[in-house]
C-alpha cells in the first residue's frame, strides 16, 4: 500500500527494513517503527528538506488490551508547514516495558504533549526532564485511558490548593473585586 505515497517509498528506501509497516489512503499516510529507529527516523523527518516535517501537531496512544500484541501504540502526527503535507507515525510499545524516547530534543512542544500521554496511558518518555501529571493531580492512581483502568476506582481526597501566580488566580481576584465593587452599600 506505501507504494501510492512518493514520501513512504522515500522513507522506506531511507531506512530499509526500519518501516514495519505503511499505507497511505486518500493523502491518509501512516508508516509504523520500532522504538528503537524513533530518534533517528524523526530528526530525519524533521531535517530532511525534502520532507520537512517542521511541527508536531499531536501525540496520543491506543490502548488494545486483548486486541493486539504489543499493547500500546504511541501516535505521532507531524505537519509540513511549508510542503502541506501529513504523516502520522505509530510506535509499537510493549505494556511490561512502556518507554519510548523523547522528541523534546527536536520539538519542545512534545513537552506537555508526552506529559499527557503519561498521565493517561502510563507511557514513560525517556530523556523527558519533566515527566509529571499535566491533566490530574499528582496523588491519582493509575491511568484512566488505560481499557483495564477500573471505572469505579475512588481516587484519594486531597485538599484543595492554592495556585498563586497564574493567570486564573490573578482573573479570579479580579473577578472578586468587581463583585465587591457592584455590590458595595452606595453611600
Given at each position: 500500500?506505501?507504494?501510492?505515497?512518493?514520501?513512504?517509498?522515500?522513507?522506506?528506501?531511507?531506512?530499509?527494513?526500519?518501516?514495519?509497516?505503511?499505507?497511505?489512503?486518500?493523502?491518509?499516510?501512516?508508516?509504523?517503527?520500532?522504538?528503537?529507529?524513533?530518534?533517528?527516523?524523526?530528526?530525519?523527518?524533521?531535517?530532511?528538506?525534502?520532507?520537512?516535517?517542521?511541527?508536531?501537531?499531536?501525540?496520543?496512544?491506543?490502548?488494545?488490551?486483548?486486541?493486539k500484541e504489543p499493547r500500546f501504540e504511541v501516535i505521532y502526527h507531524l505537519y509540513s508547514l511549508?510542503?502541506?503535507?501529513?504523516?502520522?507515525?505509530?510506535?509499537?510499545?510493549?505494556?511490561?516495558?512502556?518507554?519510548?524516547?523523547?522528541?523534546?530534543?527536536?520539538?519542545?512542544?512534545?513537552?506537555?504533549?508526552?506529559?499527557?500521554?503519561?498521565?493517561?496511558f502510563g507511557v514513560r518518555f525517556r530523556g523527558h526532564s519533566d515527566l509529571r501529571r499535566v491533566?490530574?493531580?499528582?496523588?491519582?492512581?493509575?491511568?484512566?485511558?488505560?481499557?483495564?483502568?477500573?471505572?469505579?476506582?475512588?481516587?484519594?481526597?486531597?485538599?484543595?490548593?492554592?495556585?498563586?501566580?497564574?493567570?486564573?488566580?490573578?482573573?479570579?481576584?479580579?473577578?472578586?473585586?468587581?463583585?465587591?465593587?457592584?455590590?458595595?452599600?452606595?453611600?
Amino acid at each position: 500500500m506505501g507504494e501510492d505515497s512518493p514520501n513512504i517509498q522515500y522513507l522506506r528506501q531511507r531506512f530499509p527494513g526500519r518501516i514495519l509497516e505503511s499505507h497511505a489512503f486518500r493523502g491518509d499516510e501512516t508508516i509504523v517503527i520500532s522504538r528503537e529507529a524513533l530518534l533517528e527516523i524523526f530528526r530525519f523527518l524533521k531535517e530532511e528538506p525534502k520532507l520537512d516535517f517542521d511541527f508536531l501537531t499531536d501525540i496520543t496512544a491506543v490502548d488494545y488490551l486483548g486486541k493486539k500484541e504489543p499493547r500500546f501504540e504511541v501516535i505521532y502526527h507531524l505537519y509540513s508547514l511549508r510542503a502541506k503535507h501529513r504523516l502520522r507515525v505509530k510506535v509499537p510499545v510493549r505494556e511490561e516495558d512502556s518507554v519510548v524516547d523523547s522528541l523534546i530534543p527536536l520539538w519542545k512542544g512534545a513537552n506537555w504533549l508526552e506529559r499527557e500521554v503519561w498521565d493517561m496511558f502510563g507511557v514513560r518518555f525517556r530523556g523527558h526532564s519533566d515527566l509529571r501529571r499535566v491533566l490530574l493531580y499528582e496523588e491519582f492512581l493509575g491511568h484512566p485511558l488505560r481499557k483495564d483502568y477500573p471505572v469505579n476506582q475512588c481516587q484519594p481526597l486531597v485538599p484543595e490548593r492554592e495556585v498563586n501566580g497564574t493567570f486564573v488566580d490573578q482573573r479570579s481576584h479580579n473577578k472578586l473585586l468587581q463583585l465587591k465593587h457592584k455590590f458595595a452599600p452606595k453611600t
